[in-house]
């Protein structure tokens, strides 16, 4: 049996008022972290900063993004034994972000709404509540 290849995913974490920006595709209504697959030869950072652009329309400084963590966990939509591993940004702006093409629409959300989140998304609204920065 060969190894399935883990997804190489990096994302932002945009918070303001103890809430945390999330997304959801369009027709779907699973919430997930603005990201996307790291592309060949980009950094996390680059990638974080490129999908921000893509999905909310947010022009970030991949230099200014500090990483906070980095989640594994089962891939969502994804065969037994197929992880994601996520480098989490924390993304600072004043812009006001808004969907895109490839995105239905924005949510701020909270542990509150952890049951509308795949896994990745679920453990990324847990640590940042552990780290104080969502309620």
Same mark, same amino acid.
């Given at each position: 049996?060969?190894? !399935?290849?883990?997804?190489? *995913?990096? &994302? ?5 008022? #103890?809430? @945390?920006? +999330?997304?959801?595709? =369009? ?40 990483? !906070?963590?980095?989640?594994? *966990?089962? &891939? ?5 034994? #197929?992880? @994601?591993? +996520?480098?989490?940004? =924390? ?45």
């Amino acid at each position: 049996m060969h190894q !399935l290849t883990d997804l190489r *995913v990096a &994302a932002i974490a945009l918070v303001r008022d #103890r809430r @945390v920006l +999330m997304v959801t595709a =369009r027709d779907r209504d699973v919430y997930y972290m603005p990201g996307g697959k790291i592309d060949d030869g980009e950094t996390a950072a680059e990638a974080a900063a490129r999908e921000a652009l893509e999905e909310v329309a947010l022009v970030l400084d991949p230099a200014e993004l500090v990483e !906070l963590f980095e989640v594994v *966990v089962q &891939a969502h939509g994804e065969p037994d034994g #197929r992880l @994601v591993r +996520m480098q989490v940004f =924390r993304a600072e702006t004043d812009a006001a972000p808004f969907a895109s093409a490839e995105v239905g629409s924005l949510h701020w959300v909270t542990t509150d709404d952890l049951d509308r989140c795949p896994p990745a998304g679920a453990e990324v609204l847990e640590r940042l509540a552990a780290a104080g920065l969502i309620d």
